[in-house]
């Protein structure tokens, strides 16, 4: 592999060109959608800093059903107890690492397949054969770690850091903009998980690009005229998300001239689609009949695994015709993801070119800017705790 990235990678002067006004601002350098230093740094300033969608509540429905899934090289575990609390607890045994749990389903315990040390479902250690307690170990002591875990529209958030502010307060006024769609009654009507080839930062400028909307999805979205457009005001909108609206008559969630499901009565100036990227992995699509919901899981830099799930009102799953309709609406998903995907791909590729040079962003997809100076600015600040952690590993070193 043809490495471009320059050794000093978090030099700030790299990015100075995407640090200006938008109108005279360039992209982020190609490395940054390459380099396992930039990838890693992102790790611990982004992902295991802020609220991240682990996946919508129906998932774990019932005390001891779960689900497993591997957020940034941490494997997790998201659970019903059987105290009906869901907890998000780090998949690896408190012996020497097993991976207590695979796949999904339902379960009384979980049984380590190394040496079967056995944690309750809320974690708790609960059995370690022919190893007995003693004044020295006590199995209190070795539950499975606990993440903290908090709900908002049916969905379950998780967050690494113990210090970060609450779900709620991260969110800001998104929940009382969307509040007339009622999330948290919907149901999940589909669930998907597929692989991307590119790094994460692609999905998340492309859901915030309405740009490429006319060119790529030319044979799927674009049959609607879109009458305005809204792109995020941070005066309007507070909270860690960046949104961008559409307005249009009817539903573009189906292909032309396919059946839809009824219009949600949402107020009138919400009528088309309200897209919010709630920082950094998720996204969601609040449309006049539905609501989509993208968690994008980074798999190192040049990989990611998203999981996709579309939701419609409850009431629906009883209209006679439900699966005929709600096949429209996952057949339209299919044509609009594999008119994204290649371009993703595509654009990956061209990252990995020793001769790149940055681009400059047009009118129409100048939130790609504030998304890639949102990654910057944690990224690059200077963290005090940071470079005394650094010195103390380097003072210590020289000692020893
Ligand atoms: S690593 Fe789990 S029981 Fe040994
Ligand atoms: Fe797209």
């Known amino acids: 592999m043809i490495v471009t990235e320059p050794a000093d990678v978090f030099d700030p002067r790299h990015y100075e060109a995407c640090r200006r006004p938008v109108e005279i601002a360039e992209t982020l350098p190609n490395w940054c959608y390459t380099s396992q230093a930039f990838y890693e740094r992102e790790r611990e300033h982004i992902f295991l800093k802020q609220w991240i969608c682990a996946g919508h509540e129906s998932r774990v429905a019932t005390p001891g059903s779960f689900f ?14 059987k105290d009906d609390v869901v907890r998000a607890l780090v998949n690896a045994c408190r012996h020497r690492g097993g991976e207590v749990a695979t796949g999904s389903g339902e379960c009384a315990a979980f049984k380590c397949p190394y040496h079967a040390w056995t944690f309750a479902l809320d974690g708790d250690l609960i059995g370690t054969p022919m190893f007995e307690e003693s004044d020295v170990f006590r199995k209190a002591d070795y539950g499975l770690t606990q993440v903290r875990l908090e709900r908002w529209g049916g969905f379950l958030w998780i967050n690494f ?34 692989f991307v080839e590119a790094n994460w930062k692609q999905y998340y400028e492309n859901f915030s690009d309405p740009y490429h909307v006319p060119f790529v999805h030319r044979s799927s979205l674009s049959f609607k005229p ?21 307005w249009f008559d009817g539903t573009r969630s189906v292909l032309p001239g396919e059946a839809s499901f009824p219009e949600i009565p949402i107020p009138e100036e919400d009528r088309g689609t309200f897209y919010p990227w709630i920082y950094p992995t998720a996204g969601m699509g609040f449309a006049i009949d539905s609501l989509f919901c993208v968690q994008i899981l980074p798999d190192g830099p040049e990989r990611m695994r998203i999981e996709r799930d579309f939701l419609v009102p409850k009431a629906y799953t009883e209209l006679p015709d439900y699966e005929a309709t709600l096949a429209n609406y996952l057949k339209s998903q299919e044509v609009v993801q594999f008119e ?36 910057l600015d944690r990224v690059l600040d200077p963290d005090p705790a940071r470079e005394v952690t650094k010195q103390r590993h380097l003072r210590s070193v020289s000692i020893t």
């Open 68 to 81: 497993t899934f591997d957020f940034v090289g941490v494997p997790m575990i998201v659970v019903r107890g």
């Open 161 to 194: 850091d113990p210090h970060a502010e609450s779900l709620f307060a991260y969110l800001g006024d998104l929940p009382g903009r969307v509040a007339a769609w009622k999330p948290e009654e919907m149901a999940l009507a589909s669930h998907k998980t597929y």
């Open 226 to 246: 879109v009458k305005r457009r809204q792109l995020h005001d941070p005066a309007i909108y507070r909270g860690n998300y960046v949104m961008h609206r559409a």
């Open 340 to 375: 994204d995907v290649p371009i993703l791909e595509m654009q990956q590729r061209s990252m990995h070119s020793p001769v790149y040079k940055t681009g400059r962003f047009a009118t129409l997809d100048q939130l790609v800017h504030g998304c890639q100076n949102w990654i």
